[in-house]
Each structure stands twice: as C-alpha cells, then as structure tokens.
C-alpha cells in the first residue's frame, strides 16, 4: 500500500508543508483536508483588501487547490473538517460539510497546520452579527460586503495590537471614523510606549482615535458598551490577539504548551510518533530569551512549515527559532520590531541599556527625508543586542531586518557601529541610524 | 606648550577624526588646513545638485567652518594649502593661498585626509573648459553653472562606473540628451555582467545610451574622439574612477599601498609615528579577501575617521575592515551590491555558487510591487556568503544591509534560509527575496 501523509489545514502551516515534502517525495501519496474554500491565502493582506486598496479577494490566494492538484499532485479536499485524530488507529475523522458525512481516513504521517483564530472573550453580544473577527478570508468577504452593505461611517475596533491597528487604518482608508479601543494602558505592546506613542500620534494626525485604558463590557447591535459609556459603531471589528487552534492536538493527546499552543521540538515533531505541526497552532523557540513562546506570524509558519516539510521528505532541518521579527504600515508611517523591548528585556531578566536615534531616512539635503526613530536595546556588559525597534517615514520598517540579523549572529552594539552598511543620498544619511543608535547604546552597555 | 594635532583635508577623512578627537580631549590644539572653501561637504550628493533636484550647493554641506570654529573649537583654515609634510621637523609646509605666502606649522601628530580626486588620463583635450571631474563642491558648482550656461543638450559622460551613471542620470534629469561610453566590454563592473545588464536596460528605457567597448582617444571643444568616430556633445563629464590624493604623504616617506594608497593598519596609523590616515587617501583591509584595497566611500570615510579619532583620543579602537557595500539610485531602479561579485571571488580563488531569485519587492497582489532581482555568491562546500547583488524597484537596495551583515558574520546560505526577517505586504513576499536567493545558493553549495 502507498505511504500516506495527511495535512491538516490548507493554509501555510500545512501547504507550504505538503509542497516541500513533494519536492522530496514524489511518490509519497499527499491528502490535505481543509475545512474551508480556499487554500494557501495571505491573510496578512485582508485589511488591504477590506479597504479597498486591493480589489479582488482571489488575489490573496498564492496556490489554488486546482493548482496543488495538477502541479503537485497533492489531493487537497476542500470543506472536510477534521473532527478528531486518532493516535493509535492512526486515522483522522472528518466531516465532508458539502456531502453531509463523516468518515476516516488514515495516515501514516500527520502535518497538523490548523492555525489560529481571533480571540473572542465571552462577552455579552460579542457574537452580534455585527462584530467581526479577522482570519481567513471568508471572514474578510464578509466584511468588506458588509462593511459596503451598511454604509458603514463609524467603525470600532476593539484592541490595539498589529491587527487592530491594521484594521483601523484600513477602514480610515475605506472612509469610516474609526476609534480604537485598547484595555491596556498602551496600544500597540509590541513596541515600548515611547515608541508606540510615535504611532499613536501618526493615527490621530489621520482622525484615528485610540483610546487606551478602556474596558469593553459587551457588544450591542448599534455600539460597543465600555465602563465610559456606550461607543456608536455600525461595525466592530476584534483585534484582541489569536489563540492556536490546538483543540484536536489537545483532544488526540499530543502536548500542548505555552498558551495552548502545540509543543514541537526543533524539527516540528509533536509528541506523537510521525506527526508534526507548523504555523500558528504550534510553539516557537525564541533566539533570545531560550523560552517557548507563541508567534502567530505568516513568516514564521512558512518557516516552519518547510523545515516540517524536510523532516516529513526524509531530510534533515533544523528550526533556528524566532525573533519575533514585525514590520507595517500605519498611515504612510512605517513601525518595525525585532527581538526583546525594554519591557521583555527586563522580564526575561536581562540587565539592559537603551540607544535611541533620532534621524532622518535619507540624507537631510536630499527631498523627501523623513524622520525616523531607531531604539535599540542591548545587554549590559556585553553590549549583546536584544532587541529593536523602529518607527519613521518611507524606507524605515525594512531596515529592521539589518537589526535581526545582528542580533541572529549575537553581535554587539560595539561591533555594530562599524558594520559596512550601504549609503547613498536617496536611501541614508551617511551613518545609517541602526549604526547611530548602536553607538548611542555602546555608550551605555 | 600645548600639544597640537595637525589635520591636513576639511572633508570626512579629516574632520569626522578631528570631531571625534576633539570630543575625547578637550584641552588639545586642533588645527585643519583645506585648500578649498568648504568643510565636511557631502560629495555624494553632487548628482543632485546637478540635476537640479537640490537647489542649493550650501545643502550639501554637513558642517560649516563656522561651526567646527565655535562649536568644537577646531581652528580650520580654508585656502591652506599643504604642500610639504616634514617627519623630522614634525611640521607641515602650507602655502595661504589668499595671502600668498607659505609657512610652516608644527604638529604633534598628524591625521592626513586629503581624499581622492578623479582620473584624468593624459588624453589629449582632457584639460579642455569642456571637459568636468566631479570631486569637490567647487567642481560642482562649475558644472552645474557650466550646464545652464551653455545650456547643454547632449551630455558624453566617459565611464561607467557608480559616478558617471549617477552622472548620466542626473544630466538627463536636466533635461539633456545623455551617452555614457566605457571602455570596457562592461558598464557598472561592481556588479556581474548580468546585473549590470539590468541597469544598463533601465537606462536605456529612459533614453541614457551606455556603450561599451569603446577607447576614448581624446577631446575637442565640440565632442569626445572615440576610434569610432567623434561623439558631439556641449559638455564633458568624466567618471574613469579616482586615485588617491597621496603624494604629498608618499613624498614625506610616508609607506603607500595598493594604488598608491597611504598604507595602514587597523588603528589607521601611516608608516610613520604619530601620522595617521583616514578616508579617500588611504588603503582599507577587505573582509572577505583579507587583502588590502582601496575603496573610495563616504560610509568608509566616516568610519575610519572615527577609528583614527578614538585612538588619536587616546582610546583603543580598531577599524573592522570594508565589504564595499553600495548603493545607488538610477531612474528610479535601485542598485546595491557588497562582498564579492563573481570575477572578484574567481580573482580572490574561490570556488563559488550562486543563487539568485527573481520576485517583487512587495506582496505580489499589493498595488507597487515591482521586480526585484537578488544575486548571492556562496563559497562552494561551506556555503560561506561571500558577496550580493541587488536591483529593483523601491525598496530594493536598503536590503543589500542584510546581505552584508549576513556576510560580516560570516554567515553561511544554509543559515541564512532561516533568517527571522520582518514581513508586510507592502513590504515584501513572505519570504524575503534576499532569503529566496539564499535558498537558491544552498541548493548548489
């Protein structure tokens, strides 16, 4: 009988998964279950799309199920939900949604990409037919149609995290007032707050309000109830974090760890005996503090999901482990992190020192330079950078990239200021200010 | 009697070193002699000023006289011309070139930075009033006068490399039909022939003719003499590349280097005691060969001039030697390159792989995105990343500061794969195209 490999989940933990162990074993047969109608999508480009800015939904898709089909050869059954893992029958069971049955189906290996999902806290009317999460893409169309349906003038999005924000930009681009609600005392925690205050501050100059500090109570078919008051909304979307959709790993008895997310260990094997996971149901191994944490980042679950897709292909890899790596847009300003913030320094324990550049991303002569703002946190004694962040003008976010490789190779601040980074008048000053805020921290560390 | 540190150079190599000294010991004398005008001038940014896209020649000064006067109390001397250093006495030569009278001035120690000045091959015609190097503002202004005077409608510019490219492209900016000719069967040779291919397209789809593989015999008041025939043109820009300013230290018995270089080491000390060298006039050591070389740049500049300053300060800093990374903007297209293009491993004695991939600079549904070609050169059996090439659209060549700090520790392609860059879909596909060629690279290595 062929060998068997069953994915579950058609997104990047899964596909990107299911292609790399094509490339390795083609004779292996291949049968991914999704329980939606659609595979391989950058859900990372939703907001651009409930805005507006991109028009078409389908453009989202990098792979269609025809495309694995024909090309790959992998047997990818869309609207089959898994329902249940059976570790020692060695089988899934799912529900055929179109069919209206249910069946088994077994395997001998099992790549588990289920992903995550929005949270949603049990609040009173938070499952409103007017109050949206944000995940897959059917959740987008949803939107955007109802978004468009309702006229929608005033939005309220409830967190003030990547997606929150995202979400907000994107409905102040739609043409909607938005208001941001966070129940924290800062939006944005991604960043430290002098730095998140630097976005905030770009959000209200665009009629965007985030108020911090605010508790939503419930959800009301015409607005969100907070300890203030009532805040009107035709719409309400959820911005509140994701949580792993680990609940049949959990059921089948494969360990989960940090915040219910599957454990893997450094070749994305669970627990279990051949069965693997990736994406954003699974745990990650950070660089730098050496804990298990939960990322749910698009980069991450590809990453992931090739060095799953060796391991499953008869190969040999090694996930490296994450640095919590972020770039966006709000508003035509740009906002990077990369590694540990003051605030994750200091609970990972680290004694550390902060330098901070102020600059502009081209030269100051050339037109169009902005400012930006680089924040660099290194270990004392050492100098080891930890961790950056970055907020500025056009040219700003990617060079957060510069950051994370530094501190993959462990450089300090100290080393850092003579790195031979590229200038010309368009693109840096002479310094670039990663360097200028690496000398700025070597004074201190 | 007070201890005195001569400068010799009012650009990066002199007055970034003097700056820096100064901030280490407040008490010494510091006396900079420049021949021309202007101080700390950002040469780089005279393409700019040429085209018209910077207004004001004053723009590009970084620090005036003025400034390094009152501010730092550095006693800078304009139209000072040094015209003999003597090792024995301890003391420079100078003619006051207003004045005209010659003196001398005792130093304690010395920091040579008299830059670089363009070739000028002994063509006949090449001192005509028709034929421009661009190396100083002064020049700079000349030109961009000499432009508008004559009001020039078909620029020649003879060479292409960095310079004449920028040249070319800032003069049909102007407004004036542009040729470059190069001698060599390639233009652009910091890049491989197949990248510059690229560069060479771009232009030409914006009307710059580049041709190659032609021999410039000499000039005349109405064109350019080529064995090919005379090519007309109203002005003259030559970019046939720089040779270090060293004669004066090369006459003092000062040790010169490659290129007749000033030599040396990592504590940017000359030959001779108490005599150091900063930027255009000296060697730099290469990361990758570990051979000396002369590379004439403003970020090396800069960064040898900190390092000459901390020790002349009385601190301890070493320069960690140069990749000859850069960048540069031609119509719109971006080019970068650092480490080793493939002829420079093959003359270094590696044997090499290559990888590269060709995707977009953003997300390939997100409105902008554009080609973006990334070339890496791997060590063949390690997999050691020796060097990176880089052109695009907007947002293309900040990413070669990834490949270089990739390079600077000494990482492999392999490594690379797992890199935790930053991803958005304005930014990027989720993976980075600099981590696509990387994988491309593994494969081989």
């Avoid at 300890?227 to 959709?245: F, S």
């Avoid at 994370?404 to 310094?431: G, K, R």
Wanted: aromatic fraction near 4%; glycine fraction near 12%.
């Amino acid at each position: 009988m062929t060998e068997r490999l069953v994915v579950i989940g058609g997104d990047a933990g899964g596909m990107a998964g299911a292609s790399q162990v094509r490339r390795m074993r083609p004779e292996l047969e291949i049968v991914a279950l999704e329980r939606g109608l659609r595979t391989s999508y950058a859900a990372c480009g939703i907001p651009f799309f409930v805005s507006g800015e991109i028009a078409e939904l389908e453009r989202l898709v990098a792979r269609s199920p025809e495309e694995f089909r024909s090309r790959q050869n992998i047997d990818v059954r869309l609207r089959h939900e898994v329902v249940g893992i059976d570790l020692d029958r060695r089988d899934v069971e799912y529900r055929d949604l179109d069919a209206g049955r249910t069946d088994r189906l077994g395997f001998d290996q099992l790549l588990i990409g289920t992903g995550a999902r929005p949270l949603r806290p049990p609040l009173p009317g938070i499952d409103g037919d007017n109050v949206f999460g944000v995940q897959t893409l059917d959740d987008a169309e949803r939107l955007h149609d109802e978004a468009r349906a309702r006229g929608a003038q005033r939005v309220v999005v409830v967190g003030g995290g990547y997606i929150g924000l995202e979400m907000a930009e994107a409905f102040c681009h739609f043409g909607a007032e938005v208001v941001v609600l966070e129940a924290a005392p800062q939006a944005m925690r991604t960043l430290d707050a002098d730095m998140a205050d630097l976005v905030v501050g770009v959000m209200a100059e665009h009629g965007i309000a985030v108020r911090t500090g605010v508790e939503v109570l419930g959800f009301e078919p015409d607005g969100v109830v907070t300890a203030e008051g009532k805040e009107p909304a035709d719409l309400v979307v959820l911005g509140m974090g994701v949580t792993p959709n680990s609940e049949l790993a959990g059921a089948a008895g494969i360990a989960l760890g940090v915040r219910n997310a599957i454990r893997v260990d450094d070749h994305q094997r669970t627990s279990a005996e051949g069965v693997y996971g990736a994406g954003d149901c699974c745990e990650s191994f950070h660089r730098v503090t050496r804990q298990q944490v939960h990322v749910a980042l698009g980069t991450v679950a590809n990453r992931q999901a090739r060095v799953a897709g060796v391991n499953l292909g008869g190969g040999d890899a090694t996930f490296a482990g994450v640095l919590g790596s972020a770039v966006t847009r709000i508003c035509t300003t740009e906002v990077a992190r990369t590694g540990l913030t003051e605030a994750e320094a200091s609970v990972a324990g680290f004694e550390y020192v902060v330098g901070k550049a102020k600059a502009s991303t081209r030269a100051h002569y050339y037109p169009g330079a902005e400012p930006i703002t680089v924040k660099l946190v290194a270990e004392c004694g050492t100098g080891r950078l930890l961790g950056g962040q970055i907020v500025g003008g056009p040219g700003s976010g990617k060079r957060i990239d510069t950051v994370a490789t530094a501190i993959w190779n462990e450089m300090s601040v100290d080393e850092m200021i003579d790195l031979d980074l590229a200038y010309a008048p368009p693109f840096s000053p002479v310094w670039d200010p990663v360097v200028t805020a690496a000398r700025q921290a070597a004074k201190g560390a």
